[in-house]
Each structure stands twice: as structure tokens, then as C-alpha cells.
């Protein structure tokens, strides 16, 4: 196999699982939770991307990388308000990272978590306001 060993399942298929998985919410939907004051909003997004594209207001910030150890409260690192009780929405900039993070979530115990489908992107289109 030309030294290649041959995947299982593509990154493509790993959204996919996710997304049949998790809660995917419009815009809309993201905004009125975020009104009513009964979500917290994280951007899983790197960091530059955090500063060029802009973000969503009162959304709190944890790259990728860093989600499972920032909401793990049973670890130094765990960053409040995250806690497995409360009700967390992630996005990134398109929608796919953040259909994963919310399976990572879910498998630390976290049962109330969706996803912005779309992510900043479909905000964006729907005329919501960045920062």
C-alpha cells in the first residue's frame, strides 16, 4: 500500500458521527439562548483566527486544543464557568471543529452542550454582530 496505511474513517466522517451526535443549533437559536442568559457561548477557535475574523460577543474563548482540560473541574486548568450541569454552546469558524468539541464534552459528562452549525460563518450570513 505504498507505505500508507489506510485510514478507517476520514476527518469527514468524524464530523459527520459528530454531528448526528450533538445538538446543532441555527443562529437564531444560539442567540436566543445567549438573550435569555442560560448558555454559555465558547469559541474553540486558534487564536488568530479569534483576532481576524472577529467574535462573538461574551463568548469566552478556549482554543481547541486546550477545551478538555479547560473543562475538566477535576484538573488544575479547568476555567470557570464551564461545569458539566451548565448549558455550553460552542462554535468555531465553520461549524466542524466545534460538532467534535461537543463530543469531547459530552464524553466528560457534559449532557446540555450543542453547536453553532456553521459556526462564525453562518452568524456572520444571518447578520448577527462580531467584534
Not at 24 to 42: D, F, H, K, Q
Not at 47 to 57: A, M, N, V
Amino acid at each position: 500500500m505504498n507505505g500508507v496505511a489506510r485510514m478507517a474513517k476520514s476527518a469527514a466522517d468524524l464530523v459527520a458521527a459528530a454531528r448526528a451526535r450533538v445538538e446543532n443549533l441555527r443562529p437564531e437559536a444560539v442567540e436566543s439562548e445567549l438573550t435569555s442568559g442560560g448558555a454559555i457561548l465558547v469559541d474553540v477557535r486558534e487564536s488568530d483566527e479569534f483576532e481576524t475574523q472577529g467574535r462573538i460577543l461574551g463568548a469566552l474563548h478556549i482554543p481547541r486544543g486546550l477545551l478538555e482540560f479547560r473543562a475538566d473541574p477535576t484538573l488544575p486548568s479547568h476555567q470557570p464557568p464551564l461545569h458539566p450541569s451548565a448549558r455550553v454552546i460552542l462554535h468555531c469558524t465553520s461549524g466542524l471543529r466545534s460538532a467534535l468539541a461537543a463530543v469531547s464534552l459530552m464524553e466528560l459528562g457534559y449532557d446540555r452542550v450543542a453547536h453553532l452549525d456553521g459556526g462564525i460563518d453562518a452568524w456572520k450570513a444571518a447578520g448577527r454582530p462580531v467584534v
